[in-house]
């Protein structure tokens, strides 16, 4: 947005800032909040704090600065308040989960590893940053995030190094924050939005959550419902798959009813019947369009119903057959093989078109990160500490969010710049 835009949206940003900052009690504080907020959504190139303080009127970059990286304000108050206003607004058909990358160059910044990220598309140096985002076809934002810190930054780990505890120090890394995996944090931020009053409708993810069959578990056990995306190598069971009970040797225990055949991979579960059982779905209008109407996105998929395998989910159904599952491949025509795979723990009598409708839905947080980069300066933070990060990406959602309420409500309003 260019000056005169915000200058007119002042008044719904006074309103908003009100509403969203109201737990930023202390002098100063929210007018801060807000001119960060206005400083995100301004013009401009590069995003971090010195510029987008000579950008605002009678804002001091120093000031900006203690704000962000210094003032112990509490960002949980804040996305509460964001999460659930836009969770009304919204009506969220879905949670996504899923993680970005900030690259740098230092070793400084909390978290920062050498890691993969799809942000470059390769093992680089980086930090982490795993958020869950209400979504929409048309309209989402993140509600919540977590910093994912690599086990070199975990004094407790084996993968810790002599200056760990020193860099922890530096970056102000609370002591009881040590090395979680993506989806545990995803179960963490789940958990505290469900606490915050809020019920998930469904979860999406994509394989390096699916793969998890602790996460798959965990969201089940939590009574949700999921669609997400797995690797070709996630291992199942046909559904007809039963459990039998080997013969007694005569010594020892009883043995138990087990499944007798070692689980296939659902990329040969799925060769094995072959491309023929592909049917065409229809799931969404595209954003491209031809002769004046949107281009409807279709392709060919295959629907069986299996039940996922692997240890975890052998100990935690021991003596109990394994829960059945949709298993979804996508296999458009030509293609040798399948090129994506979906499980989900819908009922089998959900409509395939449903189930394809939720398996897309995922990519509405790419959007979402897309926008909070080139947009909003999600990426252009360079502060190195563990409270101005998450103040950074508190106030990013803010602003996103802000600017969500003004296309929802004013469809014409100008997007962020």
């Not at 999406?204 to 089940?220: H, I, K, M, W």
């Not at 025509?333 to 399948?338: T, V």
Request: charged share 25%.
């Amino acid at each position: 947005m260019d000056s005169f835009e915000v200058a007119r949206l002042r008044g719904d940003l006074a309103d908003f800032a009100e509403d969203v900052f109201g737990s930023l009690t202390r002098a100063g504080w929210r007018d801060r909040a807000v001119s960060y907020v206005q400083g995100l959504m301004l013009d401009g190139r590069r995003k971090s704090i010195q510029p987008m303080a000579g950008r605002l009127e009678g804002v001091h970059d120093q000031a900006l600065n203690h704000f962000v990286t210094n003032s112990p304000w509490d960002v949980t108050p804040v996305r509460r308040r964001l999460a659930c206003r836009m969770d009304a607004v919204i009506g969220p058909l879905a949670w996504a989960v899923d993680d970005t990358g900030w690259l740098k160059c230092g070793s400084a910044s909390p978290g920062v590893a050498r890691q993969y990220t799809g942000t470059a598309g390769k093992v680089t140096n980086c930090q982490i940053g795993v958020s869950v985002n209400l979504v929409t076809d048309t309209a989402s934002c993140p509600a919540d995030w977590r910093l994912f810190l690599p086990a070199a930054w975990d004094p407790s780990s084996p993968d810790a190094g002599p200056d760990t505890v020193r860099r922890r120090d530096r970056a102000g890394i609370p002591d009881e924050v040590g090395h979680r995996e993506k989806w545990r944090l995803a179960l963490d931020m789940i958990d505290e939005m469900t606490g915050w009053g809020l019920r998930a409708p469904l979860i999406v993810a994509d394989a390096g959550y699916g793969d998890a069959a602790e996460f798959r578990y965990g969201l089940a056990e939590r009574g949700l419902s999921y669609v997400v995306q797995v690797s070709m190598r996630v291992g199942v069971y046909p559904q007809e798959a039963v459990r039998a009970t080997p013969p007694y040797q005569g010594v020892g225990k009883y043995p138990e009813p087990r499944y007798r055949e070692l689980a296939t991979s659902v990329k040969d579960l799925i060769l094995a019947g072959g491309p023929a059982q592909a049917q065409q779905i229809t799931w969404r209008d595209g954003s491209r369009r031809r002769a004046g109407k949107p281009i409807k996105m279709r392709s060919h998929f295959v629907f069986t119903r299996v039940r996922p395998a692997g240890r975890t989910l052998l100990a935690a159904h021991r003596g109990r057959d394994l829960p059945e599952a949709w298993l979804i491949a996508e296999w458009p025509p030509g293609q040798d093989e399948p090129t994506k795979y979906w499980l989900s723990n819908l009922p089998a009598t959900t409509a395939k078109r449903t189930l394809i409708r939720w398996a897309k839905l995922r990519w509405r947080i790419e959007h979402d990160y897309r926008e909070l980069k080139t947009g909003l300066g999600l990426d252009h933070y360079e502060g190195r500490t563990w409270q101005g990060w998450h103040h950074h990406v508190t106030l990013v959602s803010a602003a996103h969010a802000f600017c969500t309420l003004q296309r929802l409500h004013h469809p014409k309003a100008a997007a962020p710049a």
